[in-house]
């Protein structure tokens, strides 16, 4: 009998790392489909639009790759400082990426291209030229395919090449992960060979402060109505870890930013009940996150038009991750 020979090294898939921009219109499924990626909670999510703000970073690794993922801002029309601002991150994003994954939501656009519409509005205008400069391996993303039937979203594909080199384009549901391993499987065709850039057990390169901040921010994001969560930053004042160890215990204030003084009425609540429900909700996820217990306080000040200047951002302390 012959003995097996073992397996030449040199047969092996060669390994491969980079840096994956997650780029779409607000509220195509950017956060979603990191979550899914990672198998856990890191970026926000909301039914408004624009709930990411600032570049958050993953760190999905597998045997054969690691992919550190950015999570950006949805490009949209600027007006703020705040708005020229998420959708600069989003654009510089793409500059530093080897791969971009181009995010669009398949019940806005199958739809139009089935009835003759123009395919590419003001949106999916911007988006492309900014990919066309970059110059960087474009997959697209047809998101929503819980939602839309399969065979809609192939004229879609179609209509984007037309215009778009792509490096590959993949049907999926970021919500229920279907599809997510033929993304995987693009991504790293597309990423160059290298060695992991992280510790393959490091899944966010994003600090648990930073995390905090979003987690309060996503419940006024699901518990405030029309402008409010717009309006909204929030600062950690204190996180106090000198109990973790010993009580399983952080302590953690922060600092809920509104625009104006009726605002800060509306975060409070009527006896303080909507900022009870806010930090309630908050301090559940925290738990789940941190895997410690959370001493959650929250309080609301209000930082005057802090999202229509330069030195507002700074204030509220907007891109510290």
């Keep these: 009998m012959t003995e097996p020979t073992a397996p030449d090294p040199a047969d092996a898939a060669p390994f491969r790392a980079g840096l994956v921009a997650l780029i779409g219109r607000p509220n195509a499924g950017k956060s979603t489909l990191l979550n899914q990626i990672l198998g856990s909670k890191l970026a926000i999510t909301s039914s408004k639009p624009q709930t990411t703000r600032d570049r958050v970073v993953g760190i999905h690794t597998d045997a054969v790759m690691q992919a550190v993922l950015l999570d950006t801002p949805g490009i949209h029309k600027a007006w703020t400082e705040l708005n020229k601002a998420m959708v600069q991150r989003a654009t510089d994003a793409v500059a530093d990426a080897d791969v971009v994954c181009w995010i669009e939501d398949m019940t806005l656009l199958a739809p139009r291209v089935a009835q003759g519409g123009e395919l590419l509005d003001g949106a999916a205008d911007a988006i492309v030229r900014i990919l066309e400069q970059a110059g960087t391996p474009v997959i697209l993303v047809a998101n929503k395919l819980d939602v839309v039937p399969p065979p809609t979203v192939l004229p879609v594909i179609e209509a984007v090449r037309?215009?778009?080199?792509l490096h590959a384009a993949v049907p999926l549901s970021a919500l229920t992960g279907d599809g997510l391993s033929d993304l995987l499987a693009e991504i790293r065709t597309a990423l160059p060979v290298g060695p992991a850039l992280y510790d393959a057990d490091t899944w966010t390169q994003v600090s648990e402060r930073f995390l905090a901040a979003e987690l309060v921010r996503e419940k006024v994001f699901h518990l405030?109505?029309?402008?409010?969560?717009?309006?909204?930053?929030?600062?950690?004042?204190?996180f106090d870890e000198s109990e973790r160890d010993t009580r399983g215990l952080i302590r953690i204030h922060a600092a809920v930013i509104v625009e104006r003084p009726p605002q800060k009425a509306i975060v409070i609540g009527r006896g303080g009940e909507m900022i009870k429900r806010i930090g309630t909700l908050a301090r559940k996820d925290l738990e789940r996150l941190l895997d410690a217990k959370v001493h959650l306080e929250l309080f609301v000040k209000v930082e005057k038009d802090w999202t229509k200047t330069a030195g507002g951002l700074r204030r509220v302390g907007f891109g510290r991750t």
């Design 224 to 238: 405030t109505e029309q402008e409010i969560p717009y309006s909204t930053a929030v600062e950690i004042e204190v």
């Design 162 to 165: 037309q215009r778009l080199p």
